[in-house]
């Protein structure tokens, strides 16, 4: 029986060899040719059959886009509160999410709660599973307390397979536990490789537009944290999420990186429990440190993580460094804590020369907006001095290489949930200062570092 034949197309530039280069004889690259499957004839597309993954809607006409109908999009609540607020308000009919993350952090256990609370308000939900057995996931079941969960589950690995059953009993929601165990039949190379997770992939969202079958895919991450496969695979599906947190400690976030029916950067706060992953409805109390009084080197900043503020406790300790300092940062970008150092010494004359500068945020949660810069600032300064910023006292905004403070995004609901936790005392960015006073909040507007720093030392 002759053998298919393959081709070997360059991720780069798009051209094609018929056996594997180590350099791309296109564009000269290296380590780009992958395997692909050559088309089937003349006009023909492996992914079109017989009306198979035809299109969700009818082929129209062209027309203007004040003349399209705007309708919004169906949502299924999954009954999870916290993974409803990152998909954007529940499970989109013909949606395909991307769910990755490390290793024995909750993937699947998130899931199957996600399947089995969907199957109690009367969806039908299929879990296709590739790692495991039917009787491993049964018994997870059984650890979580689902008790008599009528969640179809399917053991298999053949991609064709999986879409006949997909197709045969017509799920509302189906996971793909993994996208990496997948293979098709339509190529020789083994499962979890570029081309087959590319491929698998495209047919199931093909399917999922084509049926209206919402489709979940898992997807495992490399060493360095990012999705395991081609970059293809997060353009292809409607959301991406990244499962996140450390495995010594019992709390989980859910981010969404990209949304086509939500906002990104939206968080879900999990803790794990013995019966599986459950909401925390008060996220901010996670990252906060209690203290019975204030301590140096501590700063509470008011962080926005999608919708979302989020209170955070930014830690700094300053020390005697000797000839070559060290500057440490753990949930913060250490090139712009060597910056904020420099601004800080030439617009404020606290000088850190000399000193070993670490600085934590508390809990384990990543901060990438420059909002962060004023509440570090403090801590270092308050590390320095060895004085302790007031009780109740939170700070926000960005902070220039002039010395100026710039406001933050959103500043009116920052500074309404700090006053909702009970903080008394804010130093933020003049444009962020309410027209109304805020009960509760005595607000310091600063435009500048050397302001900011005046106005704490007024405080205490």
Not at 17 to 22: A, H, I, V
Not at 165 to 183: H, L, N
Not at 280 to 306: D, K, R, Y
């Amino acid at each position: 029986m002759a053998k298919d034949k393959t081709l070997y197309s360059c991720t780069e530039c798009g051209a094609s060899s018929p056996r594997w280069l180590g350099k791309c004889p296109g564009c000269g690259a290296w380590n780009t040719l992958i395997e692909t499957v050559p088309d089937a004839g003349p006009g023909k597309n492996r992914l079109s059959g017989a009306g198979q993954y035809a299109g969700l809607a009818q082929a129209q006409a062209v027309m203007p886009l004040a003349a399209i109908e705007a309708t919004e999009v169906a949502r299924t609540p999954s009954g999870i509160e916290e993974l409803d607020r990152v998909l954007g308000g529940g499970v989109v009919e013909g949606g395909v999410v991307l769910i990755g993350g490390d290793p024995g952090i909750g993937k699947s256990t998130l899931l199957l709660q996600a399947m089995d609370a969907l199957q109690r308000v009367g969806l039908p939900t299929l879990y296709v599973t590739g790692e495991e057995s039917g009787a491993q996931v049964a018994l997870r079941s059984r650890r979580l307390g689902l008790e008599a969960s009528q969640v179809n589950v399917l053991a298999e690995i053949q991609l064709e397979k999986i879409l006949a059953t997909i197709e045969a009993t017509q799920p509302a929601v189906a996971v793909i536990d993994s996208i990496q165990t997948i293979y098709s039949d339509q190529l020789t190379s083994a499962p979890g490789s570029v081309a087959q997770v590319r491929e698998c992939a495209a047919h199931l969202t093909r399917l999922a537009k084509a049926t209206g079958i919402a489709v979940v895919l898992v997807g495992h991450v490399t060493k360095e944290g990012a999705l395991a496969g081609p970059r293809v695979l997060e353009h292809m599906v409607d959301t991406v999420l990244y499962f996140e947190g450390d495995t010594h400690s019992s709390f989980r976030l859910v981010r969404a990186i990209k949304n086509r029916f939500g906002a990104v950067n939206e968080i879900g706060v999990f803790a794990m429990t013995e019966r599986g992953l459950k909401g925390v409805a008060n996220p901010s109390a996670i990252f906060l440190s209690q203290h019975s009084e204030p301590v140096p080197g501590s700063c509470v900043l008011v962080t926005l993580e999608g919708t979302r503020p989020l209170l955070v406790e930014i830690q700094a300790l300053v020390d005697g460094g000797g000839p070559s300092p060290r500057r440490l940062s753990v949930g913060l970008e250490r090139d712009r804590l060597a910056m904020l150092l420099a601004v800080l010494h030439r617009h404020a004359g606290v000088a850190c020369a000399d000193q070993d500068v670490f600085v934590n945020a508390v809990g384990g949660v990543r901060i990438s907006e420059p909002a962060a810069d004023l509440a570090v600032m403090l801590s270092i300064t308050s590390s320095l001095r060895g004085r302790a910023l007031p009780k109740g006292f939170i700070a926000f905004g960005e902070v220039g290489l002039a010395g100026e403070v710039r406001p933050a995004p959103r500043g009116q609901e920052r500074l309404k949930e700090a006053a909702k936790l009970g903080f008394s005392v804010a130093v933020v960015p003049r444009a962020n200062a309410p027209k109304k006073p805020i009960p509760g909040l005595e607000i310091h507007a600063v435009e500048r570092v050397d302001e900011a720093m005046a106005a704490v030392r007024g405080l205490g």
